[in-house]
């Protein structure tokens, strides 16, 4: 299942044609590659408008990540907590 | 023509579209899974257990407890039902948003292509694919001359079920069927008809106007044409909007529930989040309703009808807690509700006069909504609601007070200085 988490990341991020997506992020000392962008959605918090991504990493892991840009920060708000098949 | 299409187990299918690893499982849609709530989606793998939308999550767990149990996001689902009337608005400029996972497609300005009805059916499976396609999602199409048989044709067939009637079919198939079958018609109204006799669809079409005029005034004869799926109403495109006729909210509680501090606490935060819903869109109403769940289940909805349009949360409140007063024998509650109706815009005097009336406090609630606009809803709440927020878990003032108030030892953090910098 789905473990909550708002743990800030380190996100390598690529912006091509206006797009915004992250590579790689940093997390609990590993360093995930994103494989896929499989969803992506606006989180409004007062005046700020958070992009939130689901991703599927290298090992069939799922994670949503928030990017804010009032730090800039990025922040690691779910992560799939079962062991990679 | 007019198409109803209905997106299949949509948040659950959001859900299983955005997480890969979900896909072919029973997927459940909640609240916090860690907490007492109800499901409020269900995937298609879940449903042959018998999980169904509003069932406790305590039974859907019991029923089906290899299900996954995500807690639902509100903002994903907006996001992707504006992505999908992109879709629809290329096909007509018609387009009535039902609901965030229902939408209303007037063909009329297809001209002659319109009235064929084997083209329509082809458009409505190249829509269908192209939401599959584009979006990962099912979705199920109701097909009719007026928006009654294409709301009841989608439900004939799903997931991703294509139906196409006119009248003379609808009433075919339907005229059989239980009559609260009948959209509009919901289980209070079927028992009322039931004791008039009226056990099938075919039976209210059968019956006498006066007969039914006398049982529910003037919904008697809407019934009967409805029967005969006759519908006049037309299809309201998305951009001239249809007004709301009520804003609430209701919350689930952790447990059952017999603090009256608490409970107060409650119907004050909900009371906040109404009025926060109607300034936010204008609107002020002249009747609250409470609703009352206990713990066996049995609800309770008690309303009351004010002299004037209200919009902040201390009135609504003030009511909410009154009638709640009034009905609340002492049992334990599991479900509590405040939403408003009688809804008319705030732009007229009449609201001008009401707020002419305490013009500080109106200009406090203005402040204070500025602040909220500008930095979330958590930013300031009434402090009467902050025992009850701190009892759900609440988090005062976002994502990062959470991470800060975790404790540090609960997770190995990479040290700072690590050559494995992504």
């Given at each position: 299942m789905f473990e909550s988490l708002n743990d800030p990341v380190d996100v390598l991020t690529s912006f091509v044609g206006g797009v915004m997506r992250p590579i790689r992020f940093r997390w609990q000392g590993r360093v995930i590659h994103v494989r896929e962008v499989t969803?992506?959605?606006?989180?409004?918090?007062?005046?700020?408008?958070?992009?939130?991504?689901?991703?599927?990493?290298?090992?069939?892991?799922?994670?949503?990540?928030?990017?804010?840009?009032?730090?800039?920060?990025?922040i690691l708000s779910r992560a799939w907590n079962e062991p990679p098949r | 023509m007019i198409l109803l299409v209905d997106m299949d187990a949509f948040f659950a299918s959001v859900e299983q579209a955005h997480h890969p690893r979900l896909r072919g499982r029973p997927v459940i849609v909640c609240g916090d899974p860690g907490r007492r709530g109800v499901v409020t989606a269900a995937s298609y793998e879940a449903r042959p257990s018998g999980v169904r939308a509003g069932m406790p999550l305590a039974e859907a767990r019991r029923l089906c407890p290899r299900a996954e149990f995500v807690e639902g996001n509100p903002h994903k689902y907006v996001e992707k039902s504006l992505e999908l009337l992109e879709i629809f608005l290329s096909i007509t400029p018609d387009v009535e948003p039902f609901s965030v996972d229902e939408a209303f497609l007037d063909l009329m300005r297809l001209g002659e292509r319109a009235g064929r009805r084997q083209e329509v059916i082809e458009l409505s499976r190249a829509l269908q694919q192209r939401i599959a396609d584009e979006h990962g999602l099912g979705a199920s199409i109701g097909i009719g001359p007026n928006k009654l048989i294409a709301k009841m044709a989608s439900g004939v067939q799903k997931p991703r079920g294509l139906t196409c009637l006119d009248e003379a079919e609808y009433r075919r198939l339907f005229w059989p069927k239980p009559v609260q079958e009948l959209w509009g018609v919901g289980e209070k109204m079927a028992g009322h008809l039931r004791g008039l006799g009226i056990l099938t669809m075919g039976d209210l079409g059968r019956a006498r106007p006066e007969v039914l005029e006398q049982a529910f005034g003037v919904v008697g004869p809407h019934l009967r044409e409805a029967a005969w799926g006759h519908d006049q109403t037309p299809v309201v495109p998305y951009h001239e909007g249809v007004d709301p006729k009520s804003m609430g909210h209701e919350v689930t509680l952790p447990e059952d529930c017999r603090d009256a501090a608490f409970l107060e606490g409650t119907l004050l935060r909900l009371a906040d989040q109404v009025a926060r819903r109607l300034r936010g869109d204008g609107f002020a109403g002249r009747t609250v309703t409470l609703k009352l769940r206990d713990h066996r289940f049995q609800t309770c909805t008690r309303q009351r009808a004010l002299s004037i349009a209200v919009d902040d949360h201390l009135a609504i409140f003030e009511v909410a807690k009154a009638l709640w007063r009034a009905n609340w024998k002492g049992e334990?509650?599991?479900?509590?509700?405040?939403?408003?109706?009688?809804?008319?815009?705030?732009?007229?005097?009449?609201?001008?006069?009401?707020?002419?009336?305490?013009?500080?406090?109106?200009?406090?609630?203005?402040?204070?909504?500025?602040?909220?606009?500008?930095?979330?809803?958590?930013?300031?709440?009434?402090?009467?609601?902050?025992?009850?927020?701190?009892?759900?878990?609440?988090?005062?003032?976002?994502?990062?007070?959470?991470?800060?108030?975790r404790k540090p030892e609960r997770r190995e953090r990479p040290k700072p200085g690590r050559k494995d910098a992504p």
């Open positions: 969803g992506q959605w606006n989180r409004r918090e007062g005046h700020a408008v958070l992009r939130c991504f689901t991703v599927l990493a290298s090992r069939d892991e799922s994670f949503e990540l928030c990017y804010d840009a009032r730090g800039p920060r990025w | 334990p509650l599991r479900l509590l509700g405040v939403s408003v109706s009688a809804l008319e815009a705030t732009a007229g005097s009449e609201q001008t006069e009401l707020f002419a009336r305490d013009a500080r406090a109106r200009a406090l609630q203005e402040a204070l909504d500025r602040v909220r606009d500008k930095l979330g809803e958590a930013s300031v709440v009434p402090a009467g609601s902050l025992t009850h927020r701190r009892g759900l878990g609440h988090v005062p003032f976002g994502p990062l007070a959470k991470v800060a108030a």
